[in-house]
């Protein structure tokens, strides 16, 4: 593989997800998303405002591997059902125009955090003892592009329900 191949796969996987999120949203009036049933009793801006505080809880781990012994809070978190409705209730009540802001922010954090990253420690499955033998490549699949790609696809099968 090439010098910078794995960082240039994912910063490609990173962008993909993005699009094909945008995609399942674009055309959608700010009423249809705010209207419950996406995820559960979610809407498209709940599923918006869940995936910017993973990416955001990311890009807080990707800041601090300077410090590899500092267990990052992402890898922390024991019951995600619990974190998940936690920071449901803190965003719920917050406009659809700032969580669309903060979604789009973050993932610009994200993609500069990642392109800042060598090759060794996106790769490298010893670095971090906290990710139990996985690279740090996995950590960033699971909560950014592979948790976009599945909150997608949810949103397509609940427009097609809806006829949206």
């Known amino acids: 593989m090439e010098k910078g191949a794995q960082k240039q796969a994912v910063l490609?996987?990173?962008?993909?997800?993005?699009a094909n999120l945008l995609a399942a949203i674009e055309g959608?009036?700010?009423?249809?998303?705010?209207?419950?049933?996406?995820v559960g009793f979610w809407s498209v801006k709940d599923v918006l405002a869940h995936l910017t505080v993973w990416?955001?809880?990311?890009?807080?781990?990707?800041?601090?591997l300077d410090r590899p012994s500092l267990v990052p809070h992402i890898v922390q978190i024991d019951d995600i059902d619990a974190f998940n409705a936690e920071q449901y209730q803190i965003n719920a009540p917050r406009?659809?125009?700032?969580?669309?802001?903060d979604f789009h922010g973050v993932h610009k954090h994200l993609l500069r955090a990642v392109e800042a990253l060598d090759e060794r420690t996106l790769t490298d499955v010893?670095?971090?003892?906290?990710?139990?033998?996985?690279?740090?490549?996995y950590l960033i699949a699971d909560c950014a592009y592979w948790h976009e790609d599945e909150h997608a696809e949810q949103i397509r099968q609940w427009r097609a329900e809806q006829g949206l």
């Open 12 to 18: 490609e996987q990173l962008r993909c997800a993005r």
């Open 28 to 38: 959608l009036s700010p009423n249809d998303m705010l209207r419950p049933g996406v």
């Open 55 to 64: 990416e955001s809880e990311l890009v807080t781990a990707l800041s601090r």
């Open 95 to 101: 406009p659809l125009q700032l969580v669309l802001e």
């Open 126 to 137: 010893r670095k971090f003892r906290w990710l139990e033998g996985e690279p740090l490549v």
